[in-house]
């Protein structure tokens, strides 16, 4: 009885483990940019976009320049299609989020009409309050990640040889702290250009790779990030497609089952 009882155990906790261990990735939300859309005449260097795609209906993204005569208002058009690996799905190019000019200039970007921040760039070595984030091209993407971890993100970038945005900075706060932060890694992080399939003397495009954003933000239900700087050394036209944000969802309680199962497998170990 005592030997049927141990095999039965070991079996269940070793079924529970392997779901366990098996958490898989989900998108969290994605922006393709798919329709044709037009800033608004009271709001002209600013734009909400609702997800394409993803898990996250609420998720947001929002375009912002300070100068909004180099921000297009119509986009650009698509460049390349994009296969998520996670979702298996295939995006057509159709439109982009499209800055003529990274350095315009003019408006602060605000959030709830507030435009200095508390803001600390060293990862946790000292937040400056009353800092901006600068006038350049910027995105400011608000999602829920309750029940996920482990975030990452990606892009498609395309610009002008010979002035191309070849970096850009990532931030983030969790649940509307006052302090926005940046991890040292993620200051001017490298997008490595190159020539399309079919020669374009005009243009060049990047893959940022994916992202990874801090642990502080796992299974947070408001989560805040802020990608910018782009025009560290380019300033010219930057179009950004294919924004993909993705998750690991968080281990199920079973996880804790496992742990008390695996220790009365030793108890009946010990009494045979």
Same mark, same amino acid.
């Given at each position: ?132 984030? #600068?006038?350049? =091209?910027?995105?400011?993407? %608000? +999602?829920?990640?309750? /029940?996920?971890?482990?975030?990452? !993100? @990606?892009?498609? *970038?395309?610009?002008?040889? #010979?002035?191309? =945005?070849?970096?850009?900075? %990532? +931030?983030?706060?969790? /649940?509307?702290?006052?302090?926005? !932060? @940046?991890?040292? *890694? ?87």
């Amino acid at each position: 009885m005592m030997t049927q009882l141990f095999r039965c155990l070991t079996l269940l906790l070793f079924a529970l483990a392997s779901g366990s261990a098996a958490q898989a990735q989900d998108v969290i939300a994605f922006w393709g940019w798919e329709d044709d859309y037009d800033f608004s005449a009271t709001a002209p260097n600013k734009m909400d976009f609702g997800i394409d795609a993803g898990i996250d209906t609420t998720a947001n993204m929002q375009l912002f320049l300070g100068d909004p005569l180099n921000l297009d208002h119509n986009g650009g058009g698509g460049f390349v299609p994009y296969t998520s690996p996670v979702s298996g799905l295939t995006y057509q190019p159709t439109r982009t989020a499209k800055w003529d000019d990274l350095k315009g200039g003019g408006a602060d970007f605000d959030i709830g009409g507030i435009s200095t921040f508390t803001v600390d760039k060293n990862d946790g070595a000292g937040a400056v309050a009353g800092e901006d984030f #600068g006038n350049d =091209a910027l995105m400011y993407i %608000v +999602f829920d990640g309750t /029940g996920y971890q482990d975030f990452e !993100f @990606r892009f498609d *970038a395309e610009s002008t040889p #010979g002035d191309l =945005a070849e970096t850009f900075d %990532v +931030f983030y706060r969790v /649940g509307g702290a006052s302090t926005w !932060f @940046r991890e040292t *890694a993620q200051n001017n992080i490298p997008l490595t250009y190159m020539d399309y399939a079919t020669p374009d003397p005009e243009n060049q495009f990047a893959d940022s790779g994916y992202v990874s954003l801090n642990s502080a933000l796992n299974n947070q239900s408001q989560i805040e990030i802020i990608v910018n700087d782009f025009a560290e050394f380019g300033n010219s036209e930057l179009e950004i497609d294919n924004f993909e944000i993705i998750g690991t969802a968080v281990p199920e309680p079973a996880s804790a089952i496992v742990v008390v199962a695996f220790g009365m497998v030793g108890l009946i170990k010990r009494r045979r």
